[in-house]
């Protein structure tokens, strides 16, 4: 799988991979302490806000938008930065402290407002790691015939972490795979709940990556001119419509924000298909794990077929598998959906990061792939809260709905937009204005 792969981009999708595990961990873990009782949500939760009332979902899915919110409006500023100084690694070792600080902070925290400040430092962490490692691996890429491979090697291991964090945070919790109540270890004499495992486990992915990225990574030479236009083109140069790097970051925050609307709905998804917290989290990595297993080989046969019809194929599958997971009601089908739309992310990223890695060109890397990392967290973050706002509105199946229509505008835009970057010998630009 990694055959060929320069061992600095190895070396960064090991650090990520760890980095991720720890913020997966949160994603589960965070909605359950909130719910516990363990955090006060006294005059918070029935509070009107705008004739709206809130509850603990919306709640819940504030604390996990606001992570992504401050991650994705940082990213253009903290890549254009590392483009105009040339100091990635430096960038990724701050994002990293940050992260692993608020990691820390959460079991002394009792209070609704402390979690979400928290969770904001986390969110600022974020701006500083992602777009200055996604710039290093296209940093490293040797040529363009390398791209989509060495992204996809770096989503694969960054993707384990995320995958199959959830399930390792379910265990953790819980103390096995068959309970359901937060267990309670003895450390040395003292008691420890599953949460502080939980929270404990985040804080050591992100040391492990700092320590990976302090010892093994050094900066490439970067162009001193890179990055000094902050602003996102929205029109073609050439006159043929949209910019396809904006075209893709619109879809990838529409396709990023499919996947989050599911964690909100931790509770209704568990009582509606009767399922343990386990479950629950194998179907939360499901669509992690589908990337595991077909990013490598998407990535490097993008770069051998073309990026854009990869992409295009992705967004058709997106639309039925995200319909359908508001329409199940046994929970293997629910499974084989979150798989099925897996594969749609593995179809649409490291083919879109490989496309716009093509294009960077004097814009330099860290400035223009911002615009995919950027909207992929700005998905993330809208995805939690935009889900359990259309829940309590609509009724269960509502999110999926609208994610449903999201993913099939991401799929008309893609195919109208996106122009191939490759020479592939066959004619997959997107159709001229003549057409």
Known sequence: MVLGTDSRVLTLAFARMA?????SFLIIVLPLYIASGQVSLAGIVGTELLGFTLQTET????VLSLFGLLNSFGQPF????????GRRRAFVLTGLVLFAVGSAAYPFLSSYWTVLAARAFQGLGAAFTIPATIALVNDYAGSDAERGGNFGVFNTFRLIGFGFGPIIAGVVVTGGLSASEVVTYRVAGTAVSGFTAAFAVAVLGAVVSFLLVWFLIQDPPVDAEAGKDLSIAIMDPDGRGLDSVFVLGVGTFMMATTIALFATLEGPIRMRLDESTLF?????????????????PIGRASDRFGRRPFVVAGFAVLVPSVFAQGLVTDPWLMLLARFVQGIAVALVFAPSLALAGDLAGARGSGTTLSVLTMAFGLGVAVGPLASGVLYNLGSFSTPFTAGAVLALLALVLTYSQVEETLDTGSESSRPSPQD
């Open 59 to 62: 709640l819940i899915g504030l």
């Open 78 to 85: 903290t890549g254009r930065l590392s483009d105009r100084t």
């Open 280 to 296: 629950f989290s194998v179907q939360f990595a499901a669509v992690v794990i589908a990337n595991v297993v077909f990013q490598v």
């Open 19 to 23: 980095d991720a595990l720890g913020n």
